[in-house]
């Protein structure tokens, strides 16, 4: 299955009103950064291809252990993405120890993990929301116009 290089390619995006410039850009004076802890690549490439077409820099990692290395090593995100199932370490255990270094950037756990105990303990652990996998254009638009009013 190829996925398209551009999600919307329209000069208005149908994002719930955000405008998108023909590259499918935000028109925003902020350019929003975020880390997808994802192992799976199938899911690694159609987050960057949602997140690429909203104007979002992406990097992405593939278990819990790259993502605070990264992190220790003092690169910053406006959004991190994580999964439940990581190798090494959970998303879980990862987010708990993302917020116990004092980082504050919007955590959205994106699972295909749908019982409530599993939504509990991300909750427990300091994500700021619960998304089932995989991200959606307009589910990301709603939450980058969320932080682009803050």
């Known amino acids: 299955m190829e996925l398209p290089s551009k999600i919307n390619n329209n000069e208005k995006s149908l994002h719930q009103g955000i405008p998108c410039l023909g590259n499918g850009d935000l028109i925003s004076n902020r350019k929003f950064t975020a880390l997808v802890v994802d192992s799976d690549p199938f899911i690694q490439i159609l987050h960057k291809a949602i997140l690429k ?37 959970n ?11 004092g980082i504050r950037s919007k955590i959205l756990a994106v699972t295909a993990c749908n019982i409530e105990r599993e939504k509990q303990a991300f909750l427990d652990a300091g994500v700021d929301a619960f998304i089932e996998k995989p991200l959606t254009p307009d589910r990301v638009a709603s939450i980058l116009r969320e932080m682009q009013n803050s």
């Not at 998303?91 to 270094?101: L, N, P, S, W």
């Open 53 to 89: 077409s909203l104007g979002v820099e992406t990097q992405f990692v593939g278990s819990g252990i790259d993502a605070l290395d990264l992190l220790v090593s003092g690169a910053n995100f406006d959004i991190i993405a994580i999964a439940w199932v990581l190798p090494m370490m």
């Open 91 to 101: 998303g879980v255990e990862t987010t708990r120890r993302i917020r116990a270094m």
